[in-house]
């Protein structure tokens, strides 16, 4: 917006030809990860039982030692189902055969015990992998020019556990190498055919990789069910993502768009441009070990530990209207809202119905939430776990209630202008992203999309840079405006957006409560055991232990002690009747017998 001289339009040339572009990919992208997500959950759901990962032997099947060694000479069903999968064409037929050096009768031997269900499974697998052929056909001919070859399926008929014999039509499978079994496996563990992005990303001509058979010269396949949801993802990701990257790459490298960058906003800004786009082009493809993996876990935990099941801070979202104001109009925001009032159902299906990412927006309004409800992730367990869907749901809640009249008001003013509606949409959807933030890729910073350590500093930081970043735009703009008056941020503007936003406070990471609570709750522990029993003594050590124990499960506790404080605060006098809800006042305020 600052490159396009500040515009109350939000409409010029970069955000028209870069910025707009990759809003409507990534909004392609969330209606197919919706669509085929569905899909995956409903195959899944049925055969995803706690016998998934029962570990059994079967006789007679030989193992390389490297295998029997990782393996501990055990199999599971998803072992099991994942080399039925690699049997529907010649090539991961062969991979199978050739990596773990079976023949056709370990396979069979393998895949005896399997039920008339569990091979619909596998068909049905491979059909809807067939499905996604158009999504990256379309992408590669308007590359290539001509169609991707397609794989060619391997009928076979097999006699099910439970006595059915099947004719199975076969089918392509993304054939995917198990590092831990070969160097050169590991050195090919990052490519997957239909994500190359990154290589697109470092030179104007796409690289033909993605296209490339792949035989597997002796490579094991990786034998888990984390190859298929990692292939859908890709897979979607690469046929929305890859013609507008390749566009905007294409223009932010030509010298004379360089030169006016740097010159306008310095080295170190234009610098940042092409990482940004492989920022997109590769989400979440970092490799995470070693120390990295425990802070992973203290922001996950965190995330969980501070907002799960907090009805206060579900509340805390529906202060964000003043930025919603300030952006759409006050006007335009509360003809919004009265709309969703007027007709909420209607009103509700109608957003739902136009704009995948508002759909999807519960999943994706915080980096912190969304790495906790992906709905594709590495791994079997694949779309999150109920509890935790559950302990984010009022958050999600309350943001829609400031979200769904912000998109409407867009919306409706647009249409009132006579902007066609795909348009329409788009700018919708902009509004609410500047206004109340999104966790999109694209919408992060450099510093939050750095893993490990990085995390720890980065929670909830979304809506803070958000925040900021829309205070830096108006104060940079309205001084432009005054310096060479080539800005639309001009006197009006600029002091109307500032009497509708306010200064937030962003407090330190949650990342550490849990290891905070430990470390306290073992100096009380020492101030016990050295005689220190006062009965406030012992309510800190226990709610400290429980905090810490709670941070590790996941359970988060916050909430359940501000309940049990509040009420207490209230039965005792020292509190009005919200405080059960909110928590109790501090000690300050109970003293004024306050009406919290």
Do not use: C
């Amino acid at each position: 917006d600052a490159a396009d001289g500040y515009r109350a339009d939000h409409d010029g040339p970069n955000s028209r030809l870069i910025v707009q572009p990759l809003q409507r990919a990534a909004s392609q992208e969330q209606a197919l990860f919706r669509e085929y997500g569905n899909a995956l959950r409903g195959l899944l759901d049925p055969i995803m039982g706690r016998n998934m990962h029962k570990t059994f032997t079967i006789e007679g099947v030989r193992m390389l030692p490297d295998v029997e060694r990782e393996f501990g000479g055990q199999w599971t069903k998803e072992r099991v189902l994942s080399v039925a999968l690699n049997m529907g064409n010649d090539g991961n037929l062969s991979a199978l055969q050739r990596g773990y050096n079976w023949n056709m009768q370990d396979l069979e031997a393998i895949t005896r015990r399997m039920t008339s269900a569990e091979w619909r499974f596998v068909q049905s697998v491979w059909d809807l992998i067939d499905k996604l052929y158009p999504v990256i056909n379309a992408t590669y001919e308007k590359m290539y020019g001509i169609p991707l070859k397609r794989v060619e399926a391997k009928p076979f008929t097999v006699v099910s556990a439970d006595g059915e014999t099947i004719t199975m039509r076969g089918g392509y499978y993304p054939l995917m190498f198990d590092k831990r079994f070969s160097e050169a496996a590991q050195r090919n563990s990052d490519f997957d055919a239909l994500n190359s992005q990154e290589a697109i990303l470092r030179t104007p001509n796409p690289k033909s990789g993605m296209t490339q058979e792949r035989k597997g010269a002796g490579l094991p396949p990786l034998l888990s069910l984390s190859v298929l949801t990692s292939h859908v993802a890709d897979a979607i990701h690469y046929g929305t993502h890859t013609l507008p990257l390749l566009d905007a790459y294409r223009i932010v490298k030509q010298p004379v768009y360089r030169r006016a960058m740097q010159r306008a906003f310095g080295d170190e800004a234009y610098a940042q441009v092409v990482p940004w786009l492989r920022s997109i082009a590769r989400p979440d493809r970092t490799k995470i070990d070693g120390i990295n993996k425990m802070f992973e876990f203290l922001a996950r935990r965190g995330s969980l530990a501070a907002m799960g099941f907090s009805f206060r801070t579900a509340l805390l979202q529906i202060t964000s209207f003043p930025q919603s104001m300030a952006e759409v109009g006050t006007g335009a925001f509360i003809r919004g809202a009265y709309h969703m009032i007027a007709h909420p159902l209607e009103s509700w299906n109608t957003i739902r119905e136009l704009s995948p990412y508002m759909v999807s927006r519960s999943r994706n309004m915080e980096r912190d939430v969304a790495d906790r409800l992906k709905p594709f992730r590495e791994g079997t367990k694949i779309f999150g776990s109920k509890w935790e869907e559950a302990a984010f749901a009022m958050i999600q809640a309350m943001d829609a209630i400031v979200a769904y009249p912000t998109w409407m008001a867009k919306y409706n003013d647009a249409i009132s202008k006579g902007i066609e509606q795909s348009k329409a949409i788009l700018m919708a959807d902009d509004a609410v992203i500047r206004a109340q933030g999104s966790g999109l890729t694209m919408d992060t910073t450099a510093l939050m999309r750095k893993p490990g350590a990085a995390r720890l500093f980065t929670m909830f930081m979304s809506f803070a840079m958000n925040w900021q970043n829309r205070q830096r735009y108006y104060l940079a703009g309205f001084r432009e405006s005054l310096r060479t008056g080539q800005s639309e941020i001009g006197t009006a503007r600029f002091f109307s957006h500032f009497a509708l936003e306010y200064n937030k406070k962003f407090g330190d990471s949650a990342a550490f409560k849990g290891l905070n609570a430990a470390v306290t709750a073992t100096r009380g522990g020492m101030k016990i055991a050295a005689g220190e029993t006062s009965d406030e003594q012992f309510y800190k050590t226990m709610k400290n232990t429980l905090d810490a124990v709670g941070f590790v499960a996941g359970v988060p506790t916050a909430p359940i002690w501000r309940t049990v404080e509040g009420t207490e605060a209230f039965l005792e006098g020292n509190a009005g009747p919200l405080a059960p809800i909110l928590g109790a006042p501090s000690k300050d305020k109970q003293k004024r017998t306050s009406a919290f």
